[in-house]
Nanobody, 115 residues
């Protein structure tokens, strides 16, 4: 599975951004898709995930501010990020896990929130 992210950028605190991830390749095997983020010197952390059936899961720090969605027909996933905070600054990675538990990652997109 190949994943390509788009939509990162610079935004002021309180603003919004929308990230997109397009999947290609052996798509039918994708089970869970998600967004992770990583700041330099820190571990990569889960932001949000969504199953093929639409069940969502959010990290505590973004719950209520971010919304993940997925279009299985178009093989895309989006992350709507509202009320952004400086601590949301990180590289955001798209992830897809197939039914065998194998992970694929996108190249990452930078999100920077200024105070």
């Amino acid at each position: 599975v190949q994943l390509v992210e788009s939509g990162g950028g610079l935004v002021q605190a309180g603003g919004s951004l929308r990230l997109s991830c397009a999947a290609s390749g052996i798509i039918f095997s994708i089970d869970v898709m998600g967004w992770y983020r990583q700041d330099p010197g820190k571990q990569r952390e889960l932001v949000a995930s969504i199953t093929s059936g639409g069940i969502t899961n959010y990290g505590d720090s973004v719950n209520g501010r971010f919304t993940i969605s997925r279009d299985n027909a178009l093989n895309t996933m989006t992350l709507q990020m509202n009320s952004l905070k400086p601590e949301d600054t990180a590289v955001y990675y798209c992830n897809a896990r197939n039914v065998l538990g194998l992970n694929s990652w996108g190249q990452g997109t930078q999100v920077t929130v200024s105070s």
